[in-house]
């Protein structure tokens, strides 16, 4: 009897301790002691909790669908300069990982990548680039690509900056792949400032502090101890750290130089005005200070995608993810200026098809960056910022005239539509106009590129584009896929990887068969 009782308060006590170390784990406010060895204890036993509380989020994803030019000519939508899906997406094939639909950003994966295209020789920050050829996953419709690369800024070049390192240090970043690589990911990031750059630090946890004032960035060794310095535990003031981290970048503002906030998270706000309303309130707020932002993913299980977006969507920002040390070289070393400096904001794309050459047509991806018509010319209407350097891609499957497509339905008739258009335009297919403003400008400038079609052999870079949609497709089981073989996928992206001076191009390659090999 008495074997049975001590038995039965040992089960009891064992069920506790589980419950305590779950609902710690749950708030995330564990206490830690800032050293190595408990920080590498705490992530084992961090890692050893149910899967149940591993949660990421992804805001949903309707794909978009096929048009009728006659209905709708026009298309309109906000760049997007963000590659975050991809290294996400590639973590998780190499992880052997289930791949979340909503996950998958089609114009993410395809913006991963450079393109050849040729630098503006005018006075405009950005060049436009055309072309159009067959769909390589349909062959009754057509693909085209929409190219911008924006004027490389040598690094020397670029204006004194006042930058502020917004880190989180909460008990949910006590991870490897979290702080400990945050801070050799900015190491790399510090060793690229210079005498005229100024650099402070700002950590949020259960409160926010200012660990580092305004340092200048010759002074890199004072800069990187404090990074060093940082420990995880407590919970997540988010709200309020972001607040303090423009409060100290309004402070030291360089009237003519580069503003920034450098936010590194797993986007796990969970105290303060952690909803994604609030923080968009917050941030559209603050970025009327001519402050950008720059969002850093790190870490998985927790990882919140959805208000990492929103925070770079409408902070005047951009958004990667840094996952390995070699994406955050290619991040904050090879595309330092893309990912550091503003070229154009608010830029806005709007494509009109000429309905004599183009009976339908559907935007690949950019589901979460569409505009209404009427917000193109509207310059208060918010949209995508353009880094030194940086190349956007758009692709849009198109549906030609005298094409039968099961995609778009027949016989609609309109009483009051001109039956025949006064102009014919020749061999034009499609018109391409943008509108930026300068950085520091409040006043749109509006940009005119025609398309004729062409008869030209594709590109390379046209054809490896269609390739990473294509596979994107694939992800997201798209229902706009006439072709999935994979054999064929795969070929169209080895047989154009090009140059590829950095091995991404290959690495795409391989992840491909990776993703084919664990879902034969």
């Not at 490389?152 to 909460?170: K, M, R, Y």
């Given at each position: ?488 996928l795969i070929s169209l992206a080895k047989n154009n990887k090009g140059m590829d001076e950095q091995g991404y191009r290959a690495e795409f390659v391989r992840l491909i068969e990776a993703y084919k090999g664990t879902n034969q």
């Amino acid at each position: 009897m008495k074997t049975t009782k001590v038995k039965s308060l040992k089960l009891i006590i064992t069920v506790l301790i589980v419950f305590l170390i779950c609902s710690c784990g749950n708030r995330e406010n564990m206490k830690y002691n800032y050293n190595y060895t408990t920080e590498h204890t705490e992530t084992i036993q961090l890692e050893a909790l149910p899967n149940a509380i591993k949660t990421e989020s992804y805001k949903e994803i309707k794909e978009n669908d096929f048009k009728h030019t006659s209905l709708n000519p026009l298309s309109t939508f906000s760049i997007d300069v963000d590659n975050a899906s991809y290294s996400n997406i590639r973590r998780m094939i190499n992880k052997g990982q289930n791949i979340p639909k909503d996950a998958v950003k089609i114009e993410e994966m395809i913006n991963y990548f450079q393109y050849d295209y040729k630098q503006p020789i005018n006075t405009h920050p950005f060049a436009i680039h055309t072309e159009s050829g067959q769909t390589p996953w349909n062959k009754e419709t057509q693909l085209i690509k929409i190219g911008i690369k924006g004027k490389e800024i040598p690094t020397e070049n670029i204006p004194a900056s006042n930058l502020v390192f917004l880190i989180d240090v909460s008990g949910s970043m006590n991870n490897p792949n979290k702080l400990p690589l945050l801070k050799k990911a900015f190491e790399l990031l510090v060793s690229q400032l210079r005498k005229k750059d100024n650099v402070a630090i700002v950590v949020y946890a259960g409160a926010a502090g200012v660990v580092l004032e305004p340092t200048s960035g010759d002074n890199k060794e004072k800069i990187i101890n404090a990074l060093n310095n940082l420990n995880a535990g407590g919970s997540t003031a988010g709200g309020e750290g972001i607040k303090l981290a423009y409060k100290l970048a309004e402070k030291n503002f360089m009237e003519n130089g580069n503003n920034r906030i450098v936010l590194a998270t797993d986007g796990d706000f969970n105290v303060g005005p952690s909803s994604d309303n609030a923080m968009v309130t917050l941030i559209e707020e603050k970025r009327k200070s001519g402050i950008f932002l720059t969002c850093l993913g790190f870490g998985m299980g927790n990882y919140q995608d959805s208000k990492m977006e929103t925070l770079a969507d409408k902070g005047n920002g951009n958004y990667g993810y840094i996952d390995t040390m070699q994406e955050a070289n290619k991040i904050l070393v090879t595309e330092f200026g893309g990912t550091m400096y503003t070229i154009a904001k608010d830029v806005k794309i709007q494509v009109e098809f000429n309905p004599k050459k183009v009976k339908g047509y559907r935007l690949i991806g950019y589901e979460n960056r569409l505009l209404n018509n009427k917000d193109f010319a509207d310059d208060q209407k918010d949209a995508g910022e353009l880094g030194s350097g940086h190349t956007v891609t758009a692709l849009y499957e198109i549906i030609p005239v005298g094409v039968k497509s099961e995609y778009l339905k027949e016989n609609i008739n309109l009483k009051y539509a001109a039956k025949d258009l006064q102009n014919n335009y020749g061999d034009e297919l499609f018109t391409v106009k943008l509108r930026y403003k300068h950085p520091k400008e409040n006043e749109s400038i509006a940009i005119v590129h025609n398309h004729m079609i062409a008869n030209n052999k594709t590109t390379t870079d046209f054809n490896f584009a269609a390739s990473v949609a294509w596979f994107g497709m694939q992800l997201r089981n798209s229902a706009y896929i006439n072709n999935k073989d994979t054999k064929a996928l795969i070929s169209l992206a080895k047989n154009n990887k090009g140059m590829d001076e950095q091995g991404y191009r290959a690495e795409f390659v391989r992840l491909i068969e990776a993703y084919k090999g664990t879902n034969q």
